[in-house]
């Protein structure tokens, strides 16, 4: 299955779901946007799609696939002011305004523990992105990059892991993927230009 968010000139933000014929299935109205394009997240953990549009006022829904039932979410999850989401491990992992990092439970979207919650420790910089690649969730801040695993810990099981701080840290936000199972972004070196970076 495809989906997309698409944001129309009347700043009406909608989820899609496109066929290969070329038609598509209008899934519900996300919210109203500022305008500025900025990019949604989508992630699936096979039952559901959460969907997390930062420039919304509602930032974050959830699509039960079974039913194609659509629910915001916005409140569930830490600050309510939602920002990015990724899936690794059974569970929907969303960053949130404030830079702290929050989990959902167990192969559900719904559920967000408000003691779910970590920050990046390596650097006093704030948690501007997070990515998911090589098995790995990279949490990005503007100076620095820590990479954590999954420890397995009854409570918050991402862990940092221990002498793997990556000091480039993100120039752009959103310039952040993964191609393949690899992390790219852009970064600044230390003479202040803007480098393309691969892991």
Known sequence: RIFCVALFSDATVKLFELFLDGTEN?????????GTSIPASISSNGIELLVIN???????????????????????IGDGEPVWGQFMDQYFIALGRDGKVYISGLLDGATWNALDVATPESS?????MILVARHTLFVFGDESIEPWFDSGAADFP?????????????LHTYSAVAIGD???????GKEGREIVYML
């Not at 991402?158 to 993100?170: C, E, S, V």
């Open 124 to 128: 006093p910089d704030l948690a501007r």
């Open 54 to 76: 930062p420039e919304t006022t509602e930032t974050a829904h959830l699509l039960t696939l079974a039913t194609n039932v659509l629910t915001n979410v916005t409140s569930s």
């Open 182 to 188: 690899t992390a790219v972004w852009i970064g600044r």
């Open 158 to 170: 991402f862990k940092p892991i221990i002498g793997t701080i990556i000091q480039k840290g993100l």
């Open 26 to 34: 209008d899934l519900g109205q996300l919210a109203a946007a500022s």
